[in-house]
Nanobody, 114 residues
C-alpha cells in the first residue's frame, strides 16, 4: 500500500509562485511514474504534468512553460514548481502514483487571487 501526502498549496497572487510536494510512504519513484492532476470546482480532474520512472517529463498544453515537475528519490518526494500563476490555475492539486493500480493523495488547495 502506497500513501501519498501533498503539501505546499495556499493562496497566492496572480503572477506568484508555489511549490507543491508529494511525499510517498515508500521508495517507488524508480519503478512508478508520477503524475500531478488538478480539479477546479465544477470541472473534471485533468492531468497537469507527469514524470516517468525513467525521468522523462511531459506537461499539459496549458502549462506553457510555467510549471516544472521533478523528484528527489532520496526523499521519496515529487515536486511541482508553479510559476506565473493565473487565477485559472485555482484548483485542488493531486499527485498520483502509477503502480499496479493508481494511488492518489488527498490533494492540496491552490488559490490564485488578488
Amino acid at each position: 500500500q502506497v500513501q501519498l501526502v501533498e503539501s505546499g498549496g495556499g493562496l497566492v497572487q496572480p503572477g506568484g509562485s508555489l511549490r507543491l510536494s508529494c511525499e510517498a510512504s515508500t521508495n517507488i519513484f524508480s519503478v512508478y511514474g508520477m503524475d500531478w492532476y488538478r480539479q477546479a470546482p465544477g470541472k473534471q480532474r485533468e492531468l497537469v504534468a507527469l514524470i516517468t520512472a525513467g525521468g522523462s517529463t511531459d506537461y499539459a498544453e496549458f502549462v506553457n512553460g510555467r510549471f516544472t515537475i521533478s523528484r528527489d528519490n532520496a526523499k521519496n518526494t515529487v515536486y511541482l514548481q508553479m510559476n506565473r500563476l493565473k487565477p485559472e490555475d485555482t484548483a485542488v492539486y493531486y499527485c498520483k502514483a502509477n503502480g499496479p493500480r493508481p494511488y492518489w493523495g488527498q490533494g492540496t488547495q491552490v488559490t490564485v487571487s488578488l
